[in-house]
């Protein structure tokens, strides 16, 4: 199995790492690279939009013809973890118009939601399916604002923070940063949606 990271901007690294140790955990033989072209993305079965700056993700991806290749790949029913900023641009609407959104999630979200960046938190996330609560690391974070076709499964205090939704239900977008935690719990749900 093939786990691309779109390496425009933002925690690239820190998806591969934390794709690697779910792997590991789920005994798959995955091996990790960074995304910046269309035949790269091609070549994945799961994809991440990691976190970072939206505005410069959304730029860059049209540029670089990766948002074309991104949408045909869910379409085509290849996993889809989109985090933070990911979540911004794969969203119906950012309510931003300089961000140009994929929409491949039916979710509307609002940016910098949860605060700016001395505002970063971290808190605990109630996910559908799992015993224990998960570390939310919620960095500049997006709130959903509507929730359309797409399933939530993540809430925090109750707000939804992570939905799953796409044409084969093979897009998972969150509010967070599940890259920056040591618990690859959701990382290992995209992966054993995806084999």
């Known amino acids: 199995m ?6 425009v901007q933002g925690d690239v690294e820190e998806h591969r790492e934390a794709a ?40 860059h991806i049209e540029e670089d013809g990766l948002a074309e290749a991104l949408e045909e790949h869910v379409e085509g029913g290849g ?3 989109a985090t933070c900023a990911g979540l911004i641009v794969a969203s ?11 929409d491949v999630v039916d979710v509307d979200v609002e940016r910098n939601a949860y605060g700016s960046q001395r505002e970063s938190f971290e808190a605990p996330v109630e996910v559908d399916g799992f015993d224990d609560p998960y570390p939310g690391v919620f960095i500049r974070a997006p709130a959903i604002d509507s929730v359309g076709e797409a399933e939530a499964f993540a809430w925090l205090n109750g707000d939804v923070v992570g939905v799953r939704g796409g044409p084969d239900d093979n897009v998972y977008a969150l509010s967070f940063h599940p890259e920056l935690t040591a618990d690859s719990r959701i990382h290992e749900l995209v992966f054993q949606d995806a084999r």
């Open 2 to 7: 093939k786990y691309g990271v779109v390496g």
């Open 20 to 59: 690697e140790q779910a792997a590991g955990k789920l005994e798959l033989d995955v091996d990790t690279l960074d995304v910046t072209t269309a035949g790269e993305l091609r070549e994945c079965d799961v994809v991440a939009l990691p976190g970072g700056e939206s505005t410069t993700i959304s730029r």
């Open 79 to 81: 996993g889809f973890l």
């Open 92 to 102: 119906h609407s950012a309510d931003d118009e300089r961000v140009v959104t994929l």
